[in-house]
């Protein structure tokens, strides 16, 4: 467990995100995020960006640890000029094993661009990083008005049995 806390906090901090330790006693090892429509560091397809629909990739989940109630993503990009940019928050999903592609299965908070949708890659130049970092957790999420990724990391905390992360990559072509 301790190599799993381990690598939540270093995919945390490159993420660029709040460490949110994995609950002792949990084994977590198998709780993983992948996508039919590009490879862990590999390019997200157009379709899902700005240069494309526009809509969320279809995200498999695998692994869902017992005593789960509900599911959290967040996707980021930490590569933005301006800091970290956050592009969709995503709470009480409950725990299937399928986010289809432009669904909301949960609940949705604020982005960086001020809106509680999906908003797709959308780099101003160069090769960006795009973290979909997906948790599991023992509760569900009592939001308030106006919530933003820093509101539910704040009340994931203390409720993460596990976290998985998907890297996906994008470039609209500019130098």
């Known amino acids: 467990m301790k190599i799993n806390q381990a690598l939540v906090c270093v995919g945390v901090l490159i993420g660029g995100s709040l460490a949110l330790p994995v609950k002792p006693g949990i084994t977590a090892s198998m ?18 960006t700005c240069s494309g629909e526009d809509v ?8 869902i640890p017992e005593g789960a109630k509900t599911l959290a993503l967040i996707m980021d990009d930490p590569d933005a000029p301006m800091g970290i940019w956050v592009h969709w928050v995503l709470y009480n999903i409950p725990p299937v094993e399928v986010i289809a592609e432009n669904s909301v299965p949960g609940q949705q908070a604020l982005n960086s661009f001020g809106r509680t949708h999906y908003g797709g890659p959308c780099p101003p130049s160069g090769t960006h990083r795009y973290f979909f970092k997906l948790y599991a957790l023992d509760t569900v999420l009592t939001p308030s008005p106006k919530w933003g990724k820093a ?25």
């Open 151 to 175: 509101d539910v990391i704040k009340a994931m905390k203390g409720h993460v049995l596990a976290e998985a992360e998907l890297i996906g990559l994008f470039n609209r072509g500019k130098p």
């Open 56 to 63: 969320n990739p279809p995200l498999y989940i695998h692994g």
């Open 31 to 48: 709780f993983q995020v992948t996508s039919p429509a590009f490879h862990d560091n590999e390019k997200i397809p157009a379709r899902y």
